[in-house]
């Protein structure tokens, strides 16, 4: 009987939790620390926007960042300097680039060509 009372007591506190942040979601955007450039070249190539070969580099930081990065793991190991405690997270082939430094601070990278509007790497690594 008491077995089935602790199991009831946290079945109740497990539906408290997931009602509480269901409840905390209210559909409004959050704002957001970014940045970014627009260029022609490549990223480590970078020359000033011209024509309809401009492309758009962004950076995102802060809270954002943070929510982002904690959406999208899990870390890659050894890539881009992960093993001095920087943990990194990409997904789509690196146009979405998530890190977190040792200090805890967390910065996100996405980029665009704006002549076809398709994603690519907004940082090398």
């Known amino acids: 009987m008491r077995n089935l009372k602790i199991l009831v007591i946290a079945a109740l506190l497990l539906s408290l939790v997931a009602t509480s942040r269901a409840a905390s979601w209210d559909g409004t955007w959050n704002s957001a620390s970014a940045k970014y450039i627009i260029y022609s070249g490549g990223l480590g ?10 492309k758009i580099a962004i950076e995102i930081a802060g809270a954002a960042a943070k929510d982002i990065f904690n959406s999208i ?13 920087m943990r990194i997270r990409k997904k789509n082939d690196g146009a979405l680039s998530c890190s977190r430094s040792v200090k805890g601070e967390y910065y996100c990278n996405i980029g665009f060509d704006l ?7 907004g940082v090398i690594c």
């Open 115 to 121: 002549k076809t509007g398709k994603s690519i790497a």
């Open 73 to 85: 793991g899990p870390d890659i190991a050894d890539i881009c300097g992960s093993g001095d405690g």
């Open 45 to 54: 190539d970078m020359i000033p926007p011209e024509g309809n070969r401009k």
